[in-house]
């Protein structure tokens, strides 16, 4: 029988693998042992398949986000500004991303103390590709969860194919592509978190929730959807629990009044039926759920689930509203300059990029890309889905266009949740008495990683099939050649291109936005020629200093304060 179609719960998983172990310890020395050293070598194997997985895209994400560095790829100032507050906690300083403002502490941008765990290796290493390899390792990483559970639910087969669809799918690669982003660190916590989910573990399903909210500020709120999901499952159980505890009875006052010939009225005990026998289901059995007594829900002394972990559950989901509400209101403007939040102008639209809300179809085109490519819209069988909702909340009532789309890092948060959601609608659909839905679930998960396969041929990763990859050009060397004209702890304006190849050796402000500091150095990116004459522009920008003309070599332009400023 496939693995899928007699799903073990968690509880009595351990039992069952002493058991199988057993069987199988047997059955090798029957047959001297061959037998035996197969099936090791076969468990081995697919135990080590999440991990395998792990490695190889290890492997793919940071040759594609390092490729994208050493060919001056990078999109945004983002790199930089989280690799100056990761510099700042290295030297145990405050985390101060000058990009944003002189002197601006990140915390009061947005509230992820978490990137303070990269600090120690970006001491030892301080370079860009330090972010960008740790990225790599925390999304890699998320791999294992979700290959190991699908595997463990699903059979190998399907195991693999979920791993190779979540590792492939498009809101990761996305987000590898797109420099480094801290959201990196929710990938393994979710992804973890909703395996335990799946296994009925739920203490560490609640405890891997936790740091959520140490990742960014409206995290909080999905380790409250996580909590919320948690309460739900384990009433469901304790639903279960309570239906097999009462076909246990009915089948043992069967038993006993027919099946054992005891007549009514004779002592159970002697016909080896009775408590002295300790069978399973009786209440002194230490094996099953439940105490015996009426109303707790539970065998042999112990509390259900929906008892013991249920309230836990509701003081998680407070947990994590609390902590977002306290970084949007206190925590991040106590170290924001103007004492507020600066993003709420993108919910209410006041200055916002866009003065509407989301067009319809622009929702229906993002939900179905979040959905269809990578669960087949089955996910939405699985209460799962639950925590994706905060995430797909803000992003739609939001008036900034930026986050409505597929592009970008946003949608990267959302894969670990849809595809556990996939694994989880899987199982249960497959005791569906709808037989096209339990063909439709067997099959998902082949067709998931078939789809992820082909949209990865217009996806980042295709680029590493690409022998140009992983050259570095005339025109890169002769730019990196430029920028090596500015000393080591020079202080720098610059835009995009140069950022992230001067922050970890000069301090460096956003052109246009030094706020009163005259930097010794100016570095821009001009190939498009927006600044027009480099240093009538440098004159705009600070009209008290003189600037001269260093290097202008490939679009790339280096000026040096000669004059003026302070």
């Known amino acids: ?79 930089g500004i989280f690799e100056q507050a990761i510099k700042s906690y290295a030297h145990l300083h405050a985390p101060v991303a000058d990009l944003k403002g002189p ?86 916590l979710l ?37 919320v999901i948690v309460w739900w499952r384990t009433r469901e159980e304790r639903g279960a629990e309570a239906v097999d505890a009462a076909r246990a009875d009915t089948d043992h006052g069967t038993d006993t009044g027919a099946d054992t010939g005891t007549a009514p009225g004779e002592p159970a005990a002697e016909s080896g039926t009775g408590p002295a026998t300790a069978g399973p289901g009786s209440a002194t059995d230490p094996g099953t759920e439940g105490d015996g007594r009426t109303g707790h829900g539970a065998h042999g002394g112990r509390l259900s689930d929906a008892l013991r972990f249920g309230p836990w559950a509701i003081g998680l989901a407070g947990f994590g509203v609390a902590m977002s509400a306290l970084a949007f209101a206190v925590i991040i403007p106590a170290f924001n300059k103007t004492g507020g939040y600066d993003y709420w102008n993108k919910l209410n639209g006041n200055g916002a990029p866009m003065p509407g809300h989301i ?94 396969l082909a949209l990865t041929l217009t996806l980042p990763l295709a680029s590493l099939s690409h022998s140009a990859t992983y050259k570095v050009d005339a025109r890169t060397k002769a730019i990196e050649h430029t920028l090596d004209e500015i000393p080591d702890g020079a202080t720098v304006e610059a835009n995009v291109g140069p950022i992230s190849h001067l922050v970890h050796r000069t301090t460096v402000y956003w052109v246009g936005d030094t706020q009163g500091v005259t930097p010794q150095y100016i570095a821009i990116d001009n190939t498009s020629g927006w600044a027009g004459d480099p240093v009538t522009y440098a004159k705009q920008l600070h009209p008290a200093a003189t600037y001269s003309m260093v290097a202008d070599n490939q679009g790339y332009v280096v000026l040096h304060l000669t004059s003026g400023g302070r």
């Not at 693999?160 to 590898?176: E, N, P, R, T």
């Open 1 to 79: 029988m496939d693995r899928a179609e007699a799903v073990i719960p968690a509880q009595e998983a351990d039992a069952e693998a002493d058991a199988v172990a057993g069987a199988g310890a047997g059955a090798a020395k029957a047959a001297g042992g061959a037998g035996g050293t197969g099936l090791r070598l076969r468990r081995f194997g697919a135990g080590a398949d999440p991990y395998v997985l792990a490695v190889v895209f290890f492997a793919a994400y940071t040759a594609l986000s390092v490729t994208r560095y050493r060919q001056l790829l990078t999109m945004s100032w983002d790199l």
């Open 103 to 188: 002197g601006f502490n990140i915390l009061g941008d947005h509230f992820s103390p978490i990137t303070a765990l990269i600090a120690p290796f970006y001491r030892v290493f301080p370079t860009p590709v330090t972010l960008l390899v740790a990225q790599a390792l925390l999304f890699a990483v998320s791999v294992i969860p979700v290959t190991r559970v699908a595997g463990l639910l699903l059979g190998r087969g399907r195991g693999l194919a979920i791993g190779v669809a979540y590792a492939l799918s498009w809101g990761v690669q996305k987000a590898v592509q797109f420099d480094f982003h801290e959201i990196a660190f929710a990938m393994p």
């Open 191 to 227: 992804a973890f978190s909703l395996e335990a989910v799946l296994r009925k573990r739920w203490a560490a399903a609640m405890w891997w929730a936790v740091p959520l909210v140490f990742v960014k500020e409206d995290m909080g709120v999905t380790a409250a959807a996580i909590g």
């Open 359 to 452: 067009p319809f179809d622009t929702a229906a085109h993002t939900l179905l890309w979040i959905l269809l490519p990578t669960t087949g819209l089955l996910a939405l069988r699985s209460p799962l889905i639950l925590a994706a909702l905060p995430t797909i909340g803000w992003r739609f009532v939001s008036h900034d266009d930026h986050y409505w789309g597929t592009d970008w890092h946003y949608s990267a948060v959302l894969m670990p949740v849809v595809m556990l959601a996939l694994v989880d609608a899987a199982v249960t659909s497959r005791r569906s008495p709808r037989p096209w839905l339990r063909s439709y679930a067997s099959g998902l998960p082949a067709a998931a990683a078939g789809a992820a």
